[in-house]
């Protein structure tokens, strides 16, 4: 049975006994114990089985939420409690967001981390679009998507702020037809940074209008070369795009 103490670890230094809770849910997770979708014993049963305190077992549940592992609800009906939720980039936009905010993670490297990423996704995405993948009718209709987002980006009446928004989306559809779940997890998570820095870069710019018709026609060139399954032909567009922005805002 755990205390409700803090224990010493032989190598980190105390540990909190709801990060004790949080590895001992990990570790069920990992096991297969609870599946998504499925609910968490409630707090009294956690709290009994671990051999440590409710408030503990409410702050490991909290820290799972931020995370986007578990969704917490109060009340007493069948919807109360935790349950096991999928959503990994909830907790990695929170960090990233803080960290841009405060200064510890700079803007380049949140750019280098996009280009480093998306150069990868989009080729990964044009080879599943050549080689006939055996998911086409997903891919096609993430293609239809992405053609959609950039018609919608043609209206000249759009601001700037929901030009951004659907930028950001278009991005995120080219990354998610790479097909790897991690990789979109961490673009997702890094949506509100980019968004960030992307609109204060663009509060600086000489002329808004002008930059927004130059990125449209980079937009459509990537997407032509993803659909076309021109791999090194789409992570070398969407590259310079990225690039090209960040020289541009002077960022």
Avoid: K
Wanted: hydrophobic fraction near 50%; glycine fraction near 12%; include cysteine.
């Amino acid at each position: 049975m755990w205390s409700d103490h803090m224990t010493p670890c032989r190598y980190a230094g105390p540990v909190r006994t709801h990060e004790r809770v949080l590895a001992r849910i990990e570790a069920d997770l990992a096991a297969g114990r609870w599946a998504l979708g499925e609910r968490l014993p409630g707090e009294r049963v956690l709290a009994e089985e671990l051999g440590v305190s409710r408030p503990s077992v409410r702050e490991a549940l909290r820290v799972l939420e931020a995370m986007g592992i578990v969704r917490t609800a109060v009340g007493s009906g069948p919807d109360a409690g935790a349950s096991v939720i999928d959503r990994p980039a909830a907790g990695l936009g929170a960090a990233v967001r803080l960290h841009v905010a405060s200064g510890t993670l700079a803007v380049r490297d949140v750019v280098e981390t996009r280009v480093l990423l998306e150069t990868w996704a989009v080729a990964e995405a044009a080879g599943r679009v050549g080689a006939g993948s055996v998911d086409a009718q997903a891919v096609d209709a993430l293609l239809t998507e992405a053609s959609g987002l950039l018609d919608r980006m043609d209206d000249p009446a759009l601001s700037a702020t929901a030009f951004h928004e659907l930028d950001a989306s278009f991005h995120l559809v080219l990354v998610r037809l790479a097909g790897n779940a991690l990789v979109e997890a961490v673009m997702t998570g890094l949506r509100g940074a980019v968004e960030s820095y992307v609109a204060a870069g663009s509060a600086g710019l000489p002329s808004w209008e002008t930059t927004a018709t130059r990125l449209r026609a980079e937009h459509r060139g990537v997407l032509a070369a993803v659909g076309a399954g021109d791999g090194a032909g789409a992570a070398r567009a969407v590259r310079e795009h990225i690039e090209g922005f960040y020289r541009e805002a002077g960022l």
